[in-house]
């Protein structure tokens, strides 16, 4: 199988396995991603999940030029790169999850790779990891969020730089910048990704989802109207039961026991 769905508890592990082409996505691995991505959307006991690739060289080296871009190419004008409407990989363009998501970048995350990444809410880099948006070397342009996500991740003028010269930083570089939140040594990627994913599963899943929300769409209305939609989130929060739960727990001085309701 392209994707390995894995879930632990309320974490679910979302694994790119195609370790003998960097992690590329190929049309099976595009289509397994949109399945994995609406089945953690999905499904009420999956709270939190994580995005990484296998083996130790790439999360993701983007979409697969031998395959997936010559079968869009074949498609015909106005086809452009033949996503659907989630976009590359499922989480890149209309697919709207508000659980947190978790990039583990073990390796190269290019073009289509990091724009994955950059649909993720965290991100914990290796140190031997590299990331940029390689299209214009070949003729495209990053067509998956990348346009989008990155000057709203990092100042403009590097995002420019990124997109322009598609030349990929290190991971040292990426966090000093802002793009990735954490640079730890490879074998640590997935211990920090779960100590993350473990953390937020013991805040309130639907404060998080709220919180997201309200981030996410804020970003694009001026910020009267995202101080209303943070009201409207907050006022509505406030009628859950686990809203109920967390100020009782800090009352009782106890650890919340959150159900997501």
Not at 24 to 34: G, R, V
Not at 78 to 86: L, M
Not at 201 to 230: Q, T
Request: net charge positive; charged share 25%; with cysteine.
């Amino acid at each position: 199988m392209a994707i390995r769905y894995e879930q632990e508890e309320r974490v679910v592990t979302v694994t790119i396995d195609r370790p003998e082409a960097m992690n590329a996505i190929d049309a099976e691995t595009h289509a397994a991603l949109i399945d994995a991505w609406l089945r953690f959307r999905d499904d009420p006991g999956a709270w939190v999940a994580i995005l990484t690739g296998a083996g130790e060289k790439a999360f993701s080296a983007g979409a697969d030029l031998k395959k997936l871009i010559p079968q869009a190419v074949a498609a015909g004008p106005g086809r452009g790169r033949g996503h659907n409407d989630y976009g590359l990989g499922g989480i890149t363009r209309g697919l709207e999850i508000w659980k947190p998501m978790i990039a583990a970048i073990n390796g190269h995350a290019l073009a289509g790779g990091l724009e994955l990444a950059l649909a993720c809410d965290l991100r914990v880099a290796a140190e031997h990891a590299t990331l940029g948006l390689t299209e214009t070397r070949w003729a495209i342009m990053p067509g998956a969020g990348g346009t989008q996500r990155l000057p709203r991740t990092v100042p403009v003028c590097r995002a420019l730089e990124l997109i322009l010269l598609a030349e990929p930083i290190g991971a040292a570089e990426a966090h000093r910048i802002g793009l990735v939140n954490r640079v730890v040594p490879g074998p640590e990627v997935m211990p920090t990704a779960r100590r993350w994913a473990a953390t937020l599963c013991e805040r309130g899943p639907l404060a998080l989802r709220a919180a997201k929300e309200a981030v996410i769409r804020g970003l694009s209305l001026p910020l009267p109207d995202g101080l209303r939609l943070e009201a409207f989130l907050s006022g509505t929060l406030r009628a859950t039961e686990d809203a109920v739960e967390g100020p009782r727990a800090f009352a009782e001085k106890r650890k919340p026991v959150f159900k997501g309701r």
